[in-house]
């Protein structure tokens, strides 16, 4: 029994993947705004989070690291948060103030692991 919960378990996690590498992320100036996966566990619980605000502006941090820094909904100040570089590309041609959401994915509902936000939606 063991073994085929881990079975399907690791089989969730590829299709996961899978699903998170071959989203394209938003172009800029596109009149379609596709949407990001929205994965759930089996129980219905999300496999991905989200951050929405107004997009300030893109950076490469000391490191080479892609940052997004943008005014979360109802927050006071701005935040920095880490990208993939598709995000960080899909973003360059959006002005600031434009809302947007970002999307990260983790194979596990309970994981506390805090992936780069790898899909936008604006």
Known sequence: MRYAYAVCVVLAFVALEQCASRHE??????????????????QGQRLYETIGGEFVERHIDQGGGYLIVMKPAGAAGNQSVVVTREVFDALSGVP??????????VGSAVSGASPPFSCVEL
Not at 29 to 37: I, L
Not at 96 to 103: E, G, N
């Open 96 to 105: 600031p103030s434009r809302m947007i959401t970002l999307f990260a994915y």
């Open 25 to 42: 992320p938003t172009a800029p100036g596109s009149t379609v705004t596709p949407m990001c996966a929205k994965p759930t566990n089996t």
